[in-house]
């Protein structure tokens, strides 16, 4: 019976936990973030607050950042798996999620503003005190993970602001010209929304879009 039991139960135990932080890696250190952000600004800015639906927006989102990540998680696995063994202990799946963090971390450094990096460097002396003996370096992933993603949201919010702009002109010209007309008692999204769409569908603006997305993580 005991023959049947893994000689370090620790690892299953990692093992588990790994499953769980997929998720949480899928979203803080990939693309996800802002292809999200930006997609969600996007359906604001059309007007269009239920269509498409979340799901279908986090499901576009997902699958472009699998794009994105294909060669950082090829270079993490071999990187893990360059070490073989024969039994995996919890210090070998310490060793190889290491290994797999430097392609990872450069990934996300290609992508974090060094302002943020120092900010939260010098910071760590403050939130964590001197007394707590520990050190950070610009390079350490509790460093670089947080950086990263003040920065993703910044230029998500940037790409935000760029997409509402020609929506709000359109908005504020059916506005004035209802107006004008004496229509006030018309609702301008009643006009506006179809002239937004039609413009957007008239500049292939989801190709537009989301060639834009993947190109900004290039090399």
Same mark, same amino acid.
Do not use: C
């Given at each position: 019976?005991? @023959?049947?039991?893994?000689?370090?139960?620790?690892?299953?135990?990692?093992?588990?936990?790994?499953?769980?932080?997929?998720?949480? *890696?899928?979203?803080?250190?990939?693309?996800?973030?802002?292809?999200?952000?930006?997609?969600?600004?996007?359906?604001?800015?059309?007007?269009?607050?239920?269509?498409?639906?979340?799901?279908?927006?986090?499901?576009?989102?997902?699958?472009?950042?699998?794009?994105?990540? *294909?060669?950082?998680?090829? @270079?993490?696995?071999?990187?893990?798996?360059?070490?073989?063994?024969?039994?995996?202990?919890?210090?070998?799946?310490?060793?190889?999620?290491?290994?797999?963090?430097?392609?990872?971390?450069?990934?996300?450094?290609?992508?974090?503003?060094?302002?943020?990096?120092?900010? =939260?460097?010098?910071?760590?002396?403050?939130?964590?005190?001197?007394? @707590?003996?520990?050190?950070?370096?610009?390079?350490?992933?509790?460093?670089?993970?947080?950086?990263?993603?003040? @920065?993703?949201?910044?230029?998500?919010?940037?790409?935000?602001?760029?997409?509402?702009?020609?929506?709000?002109?359109?908005?504020?010209?059916?506005?004035?010209?209802?107006?004008?007309?004496?229509?006030?008692?018309?609702?301008?999204?009643?006009?506006?929304?179809?002239?937004?769409? =039609?413009?957007?569908?008239?500049?292939?603006?989801?190709?537009?879009?989301?060639?834009?997305?993947?190109?900004?993580?290039?090399?």
């Amino acid at each position: 019976m005991n @023959s049947l039991v893994s000689p370090d139960i620790s690892a299953v135990l990692v093992g588990i936990t790994a499953l769980g932080f997929v998720t949480f *890696a899928a979203v803080t250190m990939t693309s996800f973030i802002k292809i999200a952000v930006v997609l969600f600004l996007l359906r604001n800015a059309l007007g269009i607050q239920q269509t498409p639906p979340n799901i279908v927006l986090y499901g576009i989102a997902l699958l472009l950042s699998i794009y994105v990540m *294909a060669p950082v998680v090829m @270079s993490a696995y071999a990187a893990a798996v360059t070490v073989p063994v024969d039994h995996m202990t919890l210090s070998d799946m310490l060793d190889a999620a290491k290994r797999a963090e430097q392609p990872v971390k450069s990934f996300m450094l290609r992508f974090t503003s060094p302002g943020e990096r120092e900010f =939260f460097t010098n910071a760590t002396m403050r939130v964590w005190g001197p007394e @707590s003996g520990l050190k950070a370096h610009p390079d350490d992933l509790l460093i670089v993970l947080p950086s990263f993603l003040l @920065s993703e949201l910044q230029r998500a919010f940037e790409i935000g602001f760029l997409l509402y702009l020609p929506f709000i002109a359109i908005d504020l010209v059916v506005t004035a010209v209802l107006m004008a007309m004496g229509m006030s008692s018309v609702s301008p999204s009643t006009i506006g929304v179809p002239l937004k769409l =039609f413009l957007f569908v008239a500049i292939t603006g989801w190709t537009r879009l989301i060639h834009g997305l993947v190109l900004s993580y290039a090399t």
